[in-house]
T-cell receptor, first 115, second 114 residues
């Protein structure tokens, strides 16, 4: 079984709809992250969380919100989707206590299309 | 600010050719450096890493050396295979910030032809 899972894997929605992307991990890591990937721009950080009570904005948080329901679950919501939020979204985890310079482990991604 | 710059792709090579993908960075303090690979339809996987100057990361025939004097972390492989076709991302993490955040380059697509 995959250590970091994301649901759904693909989603097509319309402008103005509310969308939730979910991420679960079995790695026991405390830190979780949401990124979006756009062609030619690499990955950009949306939000990150160090534990259930600690949520932080990344570089492109406008238009997004998150919820850390448990150590293993971190959801990303688009309250009112717009077409320029069409992208590939990745969840990632890392272990605060691990050595090796903040290695992150990624889920398979969710491809979101907003029409 | 902190940033990572990679050579633009796509890079197209024949099987068994030598690969170099350039990566340079700008960072305050002493970052850790990473190469991640994204195979078609999949998420990112860590390929190799280096946490201090002059360290060499290696995995699956790929190598990269952390060069502080040139602020570079170029990825190399002596003989590529078709199965190496993927998108490669260079990234850095600032250990001093304790946030664990990664800053990514824009990615370089590698296509290896038989």
């Amino acid at each position: 079984d995959a250590d970091v899972t994301q649901t759904p894997r693909n989603r097509i929605t319309k402008t103005g709809k509310r969308i939730m992307l979910e991420c679960s991990q079995t790695k026991g890591h405390d830190r979780m992250y949401w990124y979006r990937q756009d062609p030619g721009l690499g990955l950009r950080l949306i939000y990150y969380s160090f534990d259930v009570k600690d949520i932080n904005k990344g570089e492109i948080s406008d238009g997004y919100s998150v919820s850390r329901q448990a150590q293993a679950k971190f959801s990303l919501s688009l309250e009112s989707a717009i077409p320029n939020q069409t992208a590939l979204y990745f969840c990632a985890t890392s272990d605060l206590l691990a050595s090796g310079g903040n290695e992150q482990f990624f889920g398979p991604g969710t491809r979101l299309t907003v029409l | 600010g902190n940033s990572v710059t990679q050579m633009e792709g796509p890079v197209t090579l024949s099987e068994e050719a030598f690969l170099t993908i350039n990566c340079t960075y700008t960072a305050t303090g002493y970052p850790s450096l990473f190469w991640y690979v994204q195979y078609p339809g999949e998420g990112l996987q860590l390929l190799l890493k280096a946490t201090k100057a002059d360290d060499k990361g290696s995995n699956k025939g790929f190598e990269a050396t952390y060069r502080k004097e040139t602020t570079s972390f170029h990825l190399e492989k002596g003989s590529v295979q078709v199965s190496d076709s993927a998108v490669y991302f260079c990234a850095l993490s600032l250990s001093s910030s304790n946030t664990g955040k990664l800053i990514f380059g824009q990615g370089t697509t590698l296509q290896v032809k038989p």
